[in-house]
Nanobody, 125 residues
């Protein structure tokens, strides 16, 4: 059974940093795309960015470019979301997700087949 387990959320002041982790199990993710999404209260779930596991290719939403970095550790089957220069508008529940449809990093959450449980990130002003 595929499982994605996230960790690393918390509360930080504006300008601070957090690193989220997403550890995958249950199958090989070497040909997967891992996406990071976030959802603020009353808003839709939006894509922050993603990584094609095999090639390490990444893509980011404009709102986080230059501040967020996605990476992976093959030996730990873990994907990371390093978030720097955090802003109050980054406050949301963050989710990791995975699909095996192609090497494309979709921004549409319905393209992803597996989801983590979510972790809260709160940025205070």
């Amino acid at each position: 059974q595929v499982q994605l387990v996230e960790s690393g959320g918390g509360t930080v002041q504006a300008g601070g940093s957090l690193r989220l982790s997403c550890t995958a199990s249950g199958r090989s993710f070497s040909t997967s795309v891992m996406g990071w999404f976030r959802q603020a209260p009353g808003k839709e779930r939006t894509c922050v960015g993603g990584i094609f596991w095999s090639g390490g290719i990444t893509n980011y939403a404009d709102s986080v470019k230059g501040r967020f970095t996605i990476s992976r550790d093959n030996s730990k089957n873990t994907v990371y979301l390093q978030m720097n220069s955090l802003k109050p508008e980054d406050t949301a529940v963050y989710y990791c997700a995975a699909h095996h449809r192609s090497f494309l990093i979709y921004s549409d959450p319905t393209k992803y087949d597996y989801w983590g449980q979510g972790t809260q990130v709160t940025v205070s002003s």
